[in-house]
C-alpha cells in the first residue's frame, strides 16, 4: 500500500509572493502518476498538474510547478506570482498502475490549506 | 460539455436507513471512481467501475456497493447507515482505457449527514 504525507496542514502567504507546498510518498511500486489537486470552498476538486513517474522532467503548468525527486520521493508544488483566487486547500495525490496497465484509484494526502492574502 | 454530475446534492438520512447516490460522468469517459471525504480521515478511495466492471476496490466494508450502467452513469449505494458515513462523497470520471488517460474529472459531490 502507498501513502501521501503533506506535513504543512496550513500555509498563508501575501499576493504575489512564490510558495512551495511539500510532499512526500512511499510506495514499492516503480510505475505511477502524482497528482497536485486544488479544492476551493465550493468543494470541486480541479486538477493543478500532473507528473508521471518515467519522466524526469518536472511538470510546468503556467504558474505552477513541480520539483519531482524520485530518489527521495518528494513532488512539492511551487506557485508563483499567487493570486487571491489560489486560495484553496491543495491535496498531492499518488496513481500506481498495475502490470497491465490498469490504473489504482487515488491515494491523497490530508491536504495543505493554502491562504493567499491580499 | 457538460461537467460530471453528481445527485443530489445534499441528503440527511438516519442511522439504519439506506442510500443511493448518483454520478454521471462526463460524454465519452467510461471510467467512474468514487471518494468518501472526511475532516478525520480525509480523501478514500471507494471503487472504481470502468465500461460497467468494478476495476478497482478500497478498503470499506461490504455496506458500501455501486454498479455503473450501460451509459456509464454509476450508482452508489451504503446500506445500514451508521453515524461515521456522514461525509462528502465524490465522484470523478476519466477515459479510463489504459494508463495514459488518468486525468480524473471531479463532480461537486454529494454532502450525505446521517442523524
Redesign the interface.
Known amino acids: 500500500a502507498q501513502t501521501v504525507t503533506q506535513s504543512q496542514p496550513e500555509m498563508s502567504v501575501q499576493e504575489a509572493e512564490t510558495v512551495t507546498l511539500s510532499c512526500t510518498y512511499d510506495t514499492s511500486e516503480n510505475n505511477y502518476y502524482l497528482f497536485w489537486y486544488k479544492q476551493p470552498p465550493s468543494r470541486q476538486m480541479i486538477l493543478v498538474i500532473r507528473q508521471e513517474a518515467y519522466k524526469q522532467q518536472n511538470a510546468t503548468e503556467n504558474r505552477f510547478s513541480v520539483n519531482f525527486q524520485k530518489a527521495a520521493k518528494s513532488f512539492s508544488l511551487k506557485i508563483s506570482d499567487s493570486q487571491l483566487g489560489d486560495t484553496a486547500m491543495y491535496f498531492c495525490a499518488f496513481m500506481g498502475v498495475d502490470s497491465g496497465g490498469g490504473a489504482d484509484g487515488l491515494t491523497f494526502g490530508k491536504g495543505t490549506h493554502l491562504i493567499i492574502q491580499p | 460539455k457538460a461537467g460530471v454530475t453528481q445527485t443530489p446534492r445534499y441528503l440527511i438520512k438516519t442511522r439504519g436507513q439506506q442510500v443511493t447516490l448518483s454520478c454521471s460522468p462526463i460524454s465519452g469517459h467510461r471510467s467512474v471512481?468514487w471518494?468518501q471525504q472526511t475532516p478525520g480521515q480525509?480523501?478514500?478511495?471507494?471503487?472504481?467501475y470502468f465500461s460497467e466492471t468494478q476495476?478497482?476496490k478500497?478498503n470499506f466494508p461490504g455496506r458500501f456497493s455501486g454498479r455503473q450502467f450501460s451509459n456509464s452513469r454509476s450508482e452508489m449505494n451504503v446500506s445500514t447507515l451508521e453515524l461515521g458515513d456522514s461525509a462528502?462523497y465524490?465522484c470523478?470520471s476519466s477515459l479510463?482505457q489504459?494508463?495514459m488517460n488518468?486525468?480524473?474529472?471531479?463532480?461537486?459531490?454529494t454532502r450525505l449527514t446521517v442523524v
Open positions: 471512481s471518494y480525509g480523501l478514500q478511495f471507494l471503487f472504481e476495476r478497482n478500497g462528502l465524490l470523478a479510463g489504459n494508463e488518468t486525468e480524473a474529472f471531479f463532480g461537486q459531490g
